[in-house]
């Protein structure tokens, strides 16, 4: 049991503020240039998007502002419950009349006429519940049955609920999360290599059983092979990266999101980016991703306590990850997952939750032991 330890306020890091307010407008604005048209297509609207994208703004700002004030100790009395209530959302996912069926798949979840996608909730409440069991158990994590086996049940038990709706780039994400959390721990390396052997096989065998996924595997390998079926959406991104040039077509000025390119407010944003604001642009986001990379993992190494270095760690890697993996997939370095640009992408559950894990980074980042 950690030992109560007294904390002091300081200034919350401005940094990591500064460069995801650097993010969320040129989100906002690149929302509404790739979306207009779309939406005065299917909504007869062009600013359809946009408007709820103003509200998503709004409510995340304050979520995130609501999560500074909330001293991050007292999160430690949500994490049972949180993943509790994950995997009580995730199988209700499954349950027709609750999950929301789209594009073949049941990722999200309709209570009340509200409609969320409960793995983005999820990844949160997974870094606290980690975060709260390993600060706890510290001296019990080189013992594999005492400190491993109880995390891994649950972590195997969400995985196998999300690959069933399914969702095969959010299980491999929360499997990641896992493994990471485990060496920041301080884990036996024995013991991670293990796992790791255990999951790599599994994820193969997975990719192997689906023919969609092995599809995107070749696809990924020569999209060339059938640009106008399988390899489309990576043909066009890669289309809109090359028309991009140095500095960009202009802002509102790119053809690519003119119904060539699918999802091209959600998915493939960044593909709009270096269309529009060219290798310039494309670079200013990624070095934004870069330092609020850097400054989340320094706040964990200067946390007061294991608690929040966890915490801390494990939420910079969530949004850090889904970064890395949709920009490397909307590039065409990796086969393409589905995830958005946290921060950039149109959408409200994942921009609400990395709204969140903000706030709480920042109350981090403002105690003192």
Not at 67 to 89: F, N, Q, S, V
């Amino acid at each position: 049991m950690e030992a109560a330890v007294k904390h002091e306020s300081s200034s919350p890091d401005i940094i990591l503020l500064f460069v995801t307010l650097v993010l969320i407008t040129i989100g906002t604005t690149m929302i509404y240039s790739s979306s207009s048209i779309i939406a005065l297509e299917k909504f007869s609207d062009s600013r359809y998007f946009i408007k709820k994208q103003i509200v998503f703004v709004f409510m995340g700002m304050l979520l995130m502002v609501l999560m500074t004030k909330i001293p991050y100790e007292h999160l430690k009395k949500l994490a049972y419950p949180g993943i509790l209530l994950a995997i009580i959302l995730l199988v209700l996912v499954l349950v027709p009349g609750f999950g929301i069926k789209s594009g073949g798949a049941m990722r999200w979840l309709n209570v009340g006429g509200v409609s969320f996608q409960v793995t983005e909730m999820v990844k949160i409440a997974m870094v606290l519940f980690l975060s709260c069991l390993f600060a706890r158990k510290t001296y019990q994590l080189k013992n594999f049955n005492r400190g491993i086996l109880l995390p891994l049940i649950v972590t195997v038990a969400i995985v196998i609920l999300i690959l069933l709706e399914p969702d095969f780039g959010a299980a491999v994400i929360i499997a990641t999360i896992f493994l990471f959390m485990l060496c920041v721990a301080g884990a036996r390396i024995r013991h991670l290599l293990f796992l790791s052997f255990l999951f790599v096989p599994a994820a193969v065998m997975l990719i192997f059983l689906k023919g969609y996924r092995l599809t995107r595997l070749t696809t990924f390998l020569d999209p060339w092979k059938d640009p106008s079926n399988t390899g489309w959406q990576i043909v066009q991104s890669l289309i809109s990266f090359g028309s991009g040039g140095t500095f960009g077509v202009g802002i509102g000025e790119g053809m690519q999101k003119l119904f060539y390119l699918p999802e091209p407010h959600t998915d493939f944003i960044l593909a709009i980016i270096a269309e529009e604001s060219g290798f310039l642009g494309v670079s200013i986001v990624i070095a934004m991703f870069a330092v609020f990379a850097l400054r989340g993992f320094m706040i964990a190494m200067k946390a007061p306590d294991f608690f929040g270095t966890l915490l801390a760690a494990g939420l910079t890697l969530v949004i850090a990850l889904q970064a890395i993996v949709n920009i490397a997939g909307v590039m065409g370095l990796i086969p393409l997952k589905g995830l958005v640009l946290p921060f950039l992408s149109y959408g409200g559950t994942a921009f609400m939750m990395s709204m969140a894990s903000v706030g709480i980074l920042l109350n981090i980042s403002s105690q003192t032991a």
